[in-house]
């Protein structure tokens, strides 16, 4: 058993730690302030031929697995970017996976590309405001009409849909009272026509530089040639795409808790008072140093899920369990950089507090950590379903 990466994966970090570094943490400061798609960021990324790492070589990606994206996107946010930076290209990494698993070649072929050279920018519409987690009862309709869809319905927590181009979207095929078991949701990528969609910003606690939204669909027509796979069958291709968004959402958490701690340890070592360096106080040092511990387990975790999604393999529970402990330990790190930041951690230009709102985010998103732990309750341990 090997913890060590690769040295392709050595590589991998390396290369994006360099890409990352025009933006440093006053970069990422400034979008917090004025917000604003960080698209020099996704420009720069997109150049450097990441933006497609975990998308086939046919289609101009590097073919790469799981384990690789969620070491590209802990790097980035381990840099300073926290969720900021990682949620400008997040959807790249995961978000078309069920195009790139049940879509045809023509499809592919027509989509893959331009996002992966960053000419088109996605978002990915299935939360709505009325349904929450619980999927099957999506309200959204997708009526056929020739050879095309006219699609009404609301979405919510929409990210990066001021700017995107392109919509990942689910939508109702059949309707509720007829459908059968997980059938009658249908998976279209389509344009994001602004004439029949209208998209609203929420202001939220952070990450003001890629912006979240209320999406309004009223009579959007999608051609036929934009469903992927057969109809209703959506939700288990939607399916196929969780594991590794968890993997990746972990990643990013472990990054941004890095980040954050990082920075405590540094004020712990030059802050003096009393003469003394506070980092040489116990009630300072200890806190750290358990963030660091629960910092590198989760990290672990993350490795293990990825690595067994790779070799497809059974990972549902690894994936959870790796979103649950990053956006836990995440969070406590970030607490704890802003307590021995002391009042400086309440400051905005010592971005402890920013990161402190961002690893909101993990804790929440995609899945609540109380259903994770629903989950583990019954698929690992086999206890009775709760809900």
Sequence with gaps: MNFQLSEQQQQIVDAVQRVCAPFDADYWLRRDREGGFPDDFHQAMAQA??????????????????????????????TGAGLSGASAVHMNIFGLH???????????????PPLIAGRDKACFGV?????GLNTLRLKTRAVRQGDHYVVSGQKVWISTAQVANKILLLARTTPVEEARGTEGLSLFYTDLDRSTVEVREIEKMG?????SNQVFIDGLRIPVEDRIGEEGKGFSYILHGLNPERILIAAEAIGLGRAALARGAQYAKERVVFDRPIGQNQGI?????????????AYLMVLKAASLYDAHQPCGAEANAAKYLGAEACFHACENA???????????????????????????????PQLILCFIAEKVLGLPKSY
């Design 49 to 78: 031929g990441w933006l497609g790492i975990a998308m086939p070589e046919a289609y101009g990606g590097a073919g790469l697995g799981i384990t690789e994206a969620a070491l590209m996107m802990h790097t980035i946010s381990a």
């Design 98 to 112: 069920p195009a790139v698993v049940f879509g045809s070649d023509a499809q592919k072929q027509r989509w893959l």
């Design 127 to 131: 939360t709505e405001p009325n349904t």
């Design 207 to 211: 990450r003001k530089a890629v912006d």
């Design 285 to 297: 040092q200890h806190p750290l140093a358990k963030s660091w511990m629960e910092l590198e387990a």
């Design 338 to 368: 802003i307590l021995t930041h002391g009042g400086m951690g309440y400051a905005k230009e010592y971005h402890v507090e920013r990161y402190m709102r961002e690893a909101w985010i993990p804790r929440l998103a995609p899945v609540s």
